[in-house]
């Protein structure tokens, strides 16, 4: 059966193999021709500041290149897409190879304390998403910072409208003004839309780094107003003011709220405080617990009734503003 199985992994893993190298190599090819024009082409313009960073929309260096052309796929895309909007200085490669190191020590640790192969399996499934968890962390800590900044730059584009400046020129006070990561943001936006890139292209591409219904509001409306005229100053102040008092509401909402969300917490982390305590007051019958198989099955079924129960307390107590 084990040899079965390693000829059926052998076998299959060389027909992916040779699928993907037969898809890929084309691309790889003529990214390599391109990469090498482009290096080519940069050794005549001089020493620019900032040049490689605004005219080429570049993704980061990586360690792993050829694990960067391998993902260059939907899944790819999508991790990509959520590198960006977190800010992190990394590229694809390097987070599918630091999950896949996770997974694996997180399996080796939970091979070896835990008796039955299920908890290991479940332990490096933790380890592989770790990563990508992290990523997702990132981007909601920075996605709240720029929805707390967007006001203020809703403010400062406004004055800069009425003391005569044009909208692309505001966009660049914005970004030499403000701090991470609006300004970072608007930089982006402003550095395409200089070099290029048609203005409503650029505002959409800050909507699809920042999925914020107050951007895409924001996206809305200048683009309306390049078609149909009117004061756009006014508008950004009307839209400021909404996004302030939707802040107002959500903070009342979430004052209101906690009570919910502090017993979803105390419900998640007391059968663990229990189960630790338990360790150490009656060694024995925890013991038992996780080396008969009723007591596994019921470890396991009430870590998912925990998981589902805490879900569900979120979804109760989550209201949209």
Request: charged share 15%.
């Amino acid at each position: 059966m084990a040899l079965a199985i390693l000829v059926f992994v052998v076998v299959s893993g060389s027909v992916v193999g040779g699928y993907l190298a037969l898809m890929r190599l084309p691309g790889m090819m003529a990214g390599r021709q391109l990469e090498k024009r482009l290096r080519d082409l940069s050794q005549f313009e001089g020493d620019v500041p900032g040049a490689a960073s605004v005219v080429l929309n570049r993704a980061q260096s990586s360690a792993l290149p050829g694990v960067d052309r391998l993902v260059g796929t939907n899944a790819g895309s999508w991790l990509s897409t959520l590198i960006e909007q977190s800010g992190a200085a990394i590229s694809p490669g390097p987070v599918i190879g630091m999950s896949l190191a996770a997974g694996g020590a997180a399996g080796l640790v939970g091979s070896l304390f835990a008796p039955h192969w299920s908890m290991a399996v479940a332990a490096g499934a933790v380890g592989l998403c770790l990563p990508i968890l992290w990523l997702k962390i990132k981007r909601g800590h920075r996605v709240r910072r720029f929805e707390e900044q967007f006001p203020e730059a809703l403010d400062l584009l406004s004055r800069a409208i009425r003391a005569g400046h044009a909208f692309q020129s505001a966009m660049g006070m914005v970004a030499d003004e403000l701090p991470a990561p609006v300004g970072v943001e608007f930089k982006k936006s402003f550095e395409q839309q200089n070099y290029g890139l048609p203005l409503n292209d650029a505002l959409n591409g800050l909507s699809e780094r920042m999925p914020l219904m107050d951007v895409r509001f924001f996206v809305a409306t200048v683009a309306i107003q390049r078609e149909t005229g009117g004061n756009l100053a006014e508008i950004l102040d009307n839209l400021a003011h909404v996004v302030r008092e939707r802040f107002k509401i959500l903070r009342q909402v979430r004052v209101h709220t906690a009570h919910g969300r502090f017993t979803g917490y105390v419900l998640l982390a007391l059968p663990a405080a229990l189960a630790v305590a338990l360790m150490f007051i009656s060694p024995d019958h925890m013991r038992t617990l996780f080396t008969v198989k009723m007591g596994q099955t019921m470890v396991m079924g009430a870590i998912v009734m925990q998981t589902i129960g805490f879900i569900w307390i979120r979804q109760v107590i989550k209201i949209e503003v």
